[in-house]
């Protein structure tokens, strides 16, 4: 069982930064790929950004890529996104989620364990 807890959200003018953290259980965190989701009232979950096991490999959706960047810390068992630039469309509740059995994935149904959640909103 892996457990996730995201921290760091809060409310920033469009423009600015936030980084969001992903702590997780387990010792074998190494071997998860990673990847952060975004979800905004009314519309459905979408793929934000994700990690590989090897740690060589990343994908960000088009909408982040440049903006954003994903990077983990395999000794504190950490994935970070860090988030840049920011525009009011990127509000919405960012989960990450660990994947153990696919190198690295876009799609929400390769991942097996999520987190609560954190908002971000992005004033205008």
């Known amino acids: 069982q892996v457990q996730l807890v995201e921290s760091g959200g809060g409310l920033v003018q469009a423009g600015g930064s936030l980084r969001l953290s992903c702590a997780a259980s387990?010792?074998?965190?190494?071997?998860?790929?990673m990847g952060w989701f975004r979800q905004a009232p009314g519309k459905e979950r979408e793929f934000v950004a994700a990690?590989?096991?090897?740690?060589?490999?990343?994908y960000y959706a088009d909408s982040v890529r440049g903006r954003f960047t994903i990077s983990r810390d395999n000794a504190k068992n950490t994935v970070y996104l860090q988030m840049n630039s920011l525009k009011p469309d990127d509000t919405a509740v960012y989960y990450c989620?660990?994947?153990?059995?696919?190198?690295?994935?876009?799609?929400?149904?390769?991942?097996?364990?999520w987190g609560q959640g954190a908002q971000v909103t992005v004033s205008a």
């Open positions: 990690f590989s096991r090897s740690g060589v490999s990343t």
């Open positions: 387990g010792r074998t965190f190494s071997s998860y790929a």
């Open positions: 989620a660990a994947n153990t059995a696919v190198l690295i994935s876009k799609l929400s149904h390769n991942y097996d364990y």
